[in-house]
């Protein structure tokens, strides 16, 4: 959804564990969704995509779901390692350019 | 293939000064767009340039403008600096489509005292 808020959700896990993130959206028209990583003093990196005719894409290690009835995308990270702790975003398109609408993010620690 | 290259990395300015920062998106595509982002209000989107026009505009105030030459880089400006304006701001190039990958530059943070 469209980025509001002060305080950053978290979730810690072992290595070696899978995660799960979650993001929610609010625009029915949003069709293109990105999964973001941000290192601390760096850019948003980009990690998988998905289009709005798909419910699923897998990349390396990592799979998006997107459910568009409840207008829910969550991120799949299997085998978690410490180079994955960042903050992960989602991001949204509406097919107006390239204008991202982004979460708040999720602050991700992996605990070895 | 390089990335995306914004400069200056860092800035310090007082406030009422203005100030200019760059990007320069991958070789090839031709969108940019720029983001803010704090603490407080997260990712904002600010505009998107496309073949030298404005294709998109977020909810900034005039303050805030921008431009792309014909090669593509970009320059964002901002006026009558505030203490509000700290931020990190980002640089995102994509290629000619619509609702494509973004990539994303370091950003330049913005300190305004």
């Known amino acids: 959804g469209e980025s509001v808020g002060l305080h950053l959700p978290t979730l810690s896990v072992q290595e070696g564990d899978n995660s799960i993130i979650n993001c929610a959206y609010s625009?029915?028209?949003?069709?293109?969704f990105i999964w973001y990583k941000q290192e601390s003093g760096k850019g948003p990196q980009f990690i998988i995509d998905?289009?709005?005719?798909?419910d699923k894409r897998q990349g390396q290690r990592v799979t998006v779901l997107l459910n568009k009835t409840v207008k829910h995308l969550s991120l799949q990270i299997a085998a978690t390692q410490p180079g994955d702790s960042a903050v992960y975003f989602c991001?949204?398109?509406?097919?107006?350019?390239?204008?991202?609408?982004f979460g708040t993010g999720t602050s991700l620690t992996v605990i070895p | 293939k390089a990335g995306v290259t914004q400069t200056p990395r860092y800035l310090i300015k007082t406030r009422g000064q203005q100030v200019t920062l760059s990007c320069s998106p991958i070789?090839?595509?031709?969108?940019v767009s720029w983001y803010q982002q704090t603490p407080g209000q997260g990712l904002q989107f600010l505009f998107e340039?496309?073949?030298?026009?404005?294709?998109n505009k977020g909810n900034f105030p005039g303050r805030f403008s921008g431009r792309q030459f014909s090669n593509s880089r970009s320059e964002m400006n901002v006026s009558t600096l505030e203490l509000g304006d700290s931020a990190l701001y980002l640089c995102?190039?994509?290629?000619?489509?619509?609702?494509?990958?973004?990539?994303f530059g370091q950003g330049t943070r913005l300190t305004v005292v």
């Open positions: 995102a190039s994509s290629s000619d489509s619509t609702n494509t990958e973004a990539f």
């Open positions: 340039y496309f073949s030298e026009t404005q294709r």
């Open positions: 991001a949204e398109s509406r097919n107006t350019g390239n204008q991202f609408y």
């Open positions: 625009n029915s028209a949003s069709d293109y």
């Open positions: 070789s090839g595509h031709r969108s």
């Open positions: 998905i289009r709005s005719n798909m």
